[in-house]
């Protein structure tokens, strides 16, 4: 399994969980993208190829921002404490 897909299904995972905890997508330029509600990213999980396989969409009210599972390098959960921070 590739990088990407790994990160697409824990993303899925994370959606999914409840209660909610919110994570942060962190990127290989190093920008960090908090997700703080389930709404706050998109990505169509039947997509089976292609680019679009692993293109996500972030909005919150300060943001948009559209990217690729490829350039995930890790993901955390966020400190609830330390939301504010980020």
Do not use: K
Not at 16 to 21: C, D, G, K, M, N
């Amino acid at each position: 399994m590739m990088r990407a897909d790994v990160f697409r299904s824990e993303v899925g995972r994370l959606l999914h969980t409840a209660p909610f905890q919110p994570f942060v997508l962190n990127l290989e330029n190093g920008d960090r993208l908090a997700i703080a509600h389930p709404e706050n990213i998109a990505y169509d999980p039947t997509a089976s190829s292609g680019r679009r396989r692993n293109e996500f969409h972030v909005v919150t009210s300060s943001m948009r921002f559209v990217g690729t599972f490829e350039a995930v390098t890790s993901i955390a959960l966020q400190d609830v404490d330390a939301a504010s921070e980020i």
